[in-house]
């Protein structure tokens, strides 16, 4: 039994026991903080890459006004550009989940909001992936009235899921990217990156959904965000004290 009477400064032995087993190894400490900030810049580095080609294989056999007549000779192309958007579902819900309890030393709150928009996002996603998949039955009714047209709307489902799953996505970065100004979890010019790329991204994705073609420039800032964020984590990772939950002290 451990006796937890107290000692000559305040504190019972078993709090002070406690206390140097948290120091006694600051270098799994480190090690830990290391993993997780690798693991989540890996998570944003595999997600961009992995929509990014899915998407791209998709879109070079739907682009055409007469595609779904070629559909069916190219459909192991189609499923596997989908299969590859789909698995994006999975690394943006592990990254939400990595993120949560680092976030929520900071701010329970941010922590759930940015978790929640990462969840919205991934099942609108979800929803056009489906739209793309249903295109392979109806590429065996190519000839018949009104295929065609049933197809178009499949894909123009798909991407506009794909613009109000970005706009979630935008919402949810932007309280996180604050939350990382004000902890310098990162170093702030690179929160304040994302500051200025996410709302402008969540005005290109209004503007995608009402027919103004604009989103793809103005994707370029948050781009600039999701690629810079993963290589800082690999080399540097989270801040040791604001990964610890204390906000770092600013000395001038």
Not at 29 to 46: D, E, W, Y
Not at 83 to 109: C, Q
Not at 206 to 211: H, S
Request: hydrophobic content about 55%.
């Amino acid at each position: 039994m451990i006796d937890t009477k107290p000692t000559t400064n305040g504190h019972s032995a078993a709090t002070m026991q406690t206390l140097v087993e948290s120091k006694a190894n600051p270098r799994d400490s480190a090690g830990s903080r290391m993993t997780i900030s690798r693991l989540i810049g890996a998570l944003f580095l595999l997600g961009f890459l992995c929509y990014g080609l899915g998407s791209g294989l998709v879109t070079s056999l739907v682009g055409s006004s007469n595609f779904l007549s070629t559909i069916l000779a190219s459909q192991t192309i189609l499923v596997l550009g989908a299969f590859l958007m789909f698995l994006n579902t999975g690394v943006d819900v592990a990254k939400g989940v990595l993120f949560f309890p680092i976030l929520e030393k900071h701010s329970k709150r941010t922590a759930l909001a940015y978790l929640a928009t990462m969840i919205v996002e991934v099942v609108l996603l979800a929803v056009g992936v489906l739209a793309i998949l249903l295109l392979v039955p109806l590429a065996r009714h190519a000839g018949e009235a009104g295929a065609q047209t049933l197809g178009s709307i499949l894909v123009q489902t798909n991407a506009t899921a794909y613009q109000m799953g970005e706009m979630a996505l935008g919402v949810g970065a932007i309280f996180l990217c604050l939350l990382l100004f004000r902890t310098q979890l990162v170093p702030r010019w690179l929160a304040i990156s994302g500051l200025i790329g996410y709302p402008i991204l969540v005005v290109g994705t209004v503007a995608e959904i009402f027919a103004i073609h604009i989103g793809l420039y103005l994707t370029i800032p948050g781009i600039f965000f999701e690629l810079a964020l993963p290589f800082w984590l690999f080399f540097k990772g989270f801040q040791p004290e604001a990964y610890q939950g204390q906000l770092r002290r600013i000395t001038a």
